[in-house]
């Protein structure tokens, strides 16, 4: 979480970890709000393809985690903070096509390993902190001028 | 904010209105009211799905087709264009020709069929999909409440939906071309109508989501015509015979939810209908989901266009007749290939003009205030019941927050808040 003064807008959400059911219910609502509020539209799908993403990554990785949304004048931001098994090489997490999903997550369509090399991909800024055994915290910023 | 210049063809008759709210549970885009007991439909939410119509227990939400009786002295000759649905609607051992027939008894010149232009436009697609190198899934567009849809709620979808013209307005087309070489007449002398199950069409006719004019002219209802076309059917001795455009192979198949994608040749494919379904489907395109999914076949209308509100015979029942009229006289698609193949490259199935996305506009034109307003709004949710009884006459508790934001509501609408006191 952010102390940022300037944070107009801040909604906190949560996401329990092996609920594919309702996965991807965070990223539309973050998108619905950014419709609403007046963004452009590639910006939106940016944020919402990356917070997506990370939700995803949750659903199949994690027990649970929260999310904080906020919007200040200039970045949107999305952090995911997870309790669960943690990253062990984040350098390799990174890498397209690496992933430790088990077949029966792949064949649900997930776990190809494109889950972080996207996030990257839409986002400005990308943090991730990991502690093997503990958790997660993926900080996605976007930025919001023109 | 209601956009204005948005044309639907449907309108609440305040006179039958008793406020039941029926509609207002009904419609999926969540654009209706209920204010002073009265339904109102918000211009710029209102996709045209038709839903509401449905709904209505008063049949108080009326369709603005157009009426069989009226004729314009601007025309010369008239074109009846039937939605592949229109055979549906009776017993299965009636042929498609007996209802072609029937419609010229009822005061028609020519019948035209859409059945080779949806073959041709299965083709087209074909080929579209072997060579787009664009942004994947596709979506397809012979619904035009889908189009809107896309084009209102999710506008960076846009370029996702085919832009290739579609078979009614092919048809129109040709049908136009054809006759006016035929009879000597020009093409703005022709009327050409199309038999509808639906009130999108008659807006995608009216106000057509890429080009000027559609080469339709008018549409009228199947719920309008059945009973004249049933009486005129009943004595086949006044009938008329000369037919156009008879070659017609798959038919009636591309009325029903998945009849275009089972002879699409390829595998990669959804077919889904009824607005919330297809709305998932959009969230998930829209979150890049779906990535190995090439092409959506999308029909509002629940069960594909046989669903559609201004038919009269049950969907089911329309369901097992449109795969049995298939059966009976569907061909085989591919004599086509060849033609639309050259058809294709010569631009014959491009749109006019690209689709372009229609956005709802934000709380407020300023996004710092759009900010401060979506704060005040979730507080308010906050204070509201969240059982989204709707008797308050806004759709959801979300809703009626939005509303009191926008000025449109007061907090004291909420009965159980008021109940509670």
């Known amino acids: 979480m952010s102390d940022d003064p300037e944070i107009m807008l801040r909604e906190r959400f949560s996401i329990q970890g092996g609920d594919f059911g309702r996965a991807g219910r965070v990223s539309t609502t973050i998108k619905s709000m950014l419709k609403q509020i007046g963004f452009p539209a590639p910006l939106i799908r ?101 | 904010m209601v956009a204005e210049g948005y044309y639907h063809a449907h309108e609440v008759c305040l006179e039958k209105c008793d406020g039941r709210m029926r509609c207002l549970r009904a419609c999926p885009t969540g654009a209706i009211r209920v204010r002073d007991g009265k339904a109102r439909i918000i211009s710029e939410l209102c996709v045209d799905c038709g839903d509401c119509i449905t709904a209505c227990p008063h ?10 009786d009226e004729r314009s002295p601007d025309y010369v000759c008239r074109i009846a264009i039937p939605s592949p649905v229109l055979y549906s609607q009776f017993p299965s051992d009636t042929p498609p020709r007996r209802i072609r027939e029937g419609l010229k008894q009822i005061g028609f010149d020519h019948v035209f069929d859409v059945s080779r232009a949806c073959d041709w436009a299965v083709l087209a697609t074909r080929i579209f999909l072997r060579e787009h190198t664009g942004k994947w899934p596709m979506i397809s567009s012979f619904c035009p409440a889908v189009v809107r849809l896309i084009q209102v709620k999710y506008p960076e979808l846009t370029e996702h939906i085919l832009a290739m013209e579609v078979p009614r307005e092919v048809t129109a087309r040709e049908a136009k071309m054809k006759l006016s070489k035929e009879l000597g007449i020009a093409p703005e002398k022709i009327e050409a109508v199309y038999v509808t199950a639906c009130p999108a069409k008659v807006v995608s006719i009216r106000q057509p989501a890429e080009k000027q004019k559609s080469w339709l002219d008018r549409a009228v209802a199947i719920s309008e015509i059945y009973g004249p076309l049933r009486n005129a059917m009943a004595h086949p001795e006044n009938g008329g015979t000369a037919e156009l455009f008879e070659d017609a192979t798959y038919g009636p198949g591309w009325s029903r939810l998945g009849g275009m994608t089972s002879v699409l040749g390829r595998e990669k494919w959804i077919a889904v209908s009824g607005t919330n379904d297809v709305t998932k489907i959009l969230d998930d395109i829209e979150n890049s989901r779906l990535r190995d999914v090439e092409f959506i076949e999308a029909s509002t209308c629940l069960g594909g266009c046989i669903g559609g509100p201004l038919t009269v015979e049950n969907i089911y029942v329309a369901r097992s007749r449109t795969i049995r009229l298939g059966e009976k006289h569907g061909g085989n698609i591919e004599r086509y290939a060849g033609q639309v193949e050259s058809l294709y490259r010569s631009g014959f199935f491009e749109m006019e003009n690209p689709l372009a996305p229609r956005p709802l506009s934000p709380l407020d034109p300023d996004i710092g205030k759009a900010i401060a307003k979506v704060r005040k709004r979730d507080e308010i949710y906050e204070s509201l019941p969240k059982i989204d009884c709707a008797a308050c006459g806004s759709p959801s508790c979300m809703a009626l927050a939005e509303d009191i934001v926008k000025g449109d509501a007061d907090r004291s609408q909420c009965v159980v808040l008021r109940a509670g006191r």
Request: proline share 3%; net charge negative; glycine share 10%.
């Open chain 2, 59 to 68: 049949s108080a939400v009326v369709p603005l087709a157009d009426r069989l």
């Open chain 1, 46 to 146: 940016r944020v919402a393809i990356a917070t997506y993403e990370a939700e995803i990554n949750v659903v199949v990785y994690a027990d649970r985690a929260d999310v904080t949304f906020e919007v200040t004048p200039t970045v949107i931001r999305v952090i995911l903070e997870d309790e669960g098994r943690g990253i062990a090489d984040l350098d390799l997490a990174m890498q397209e096509g690496y992933s430790t999903a088990t077949d029966e997550i792949r064949e649900m369509g997930f776990g190809a390993g494109m889950g972080l090399p996207n996030i990257k991909r839409n986002a400005d800024d990308l943090e991730i902190t990991s502690e093997v055994g503990v958790g997660t915290t993926v900080r996605i910023t976007v930025l919001a001028g023109e």
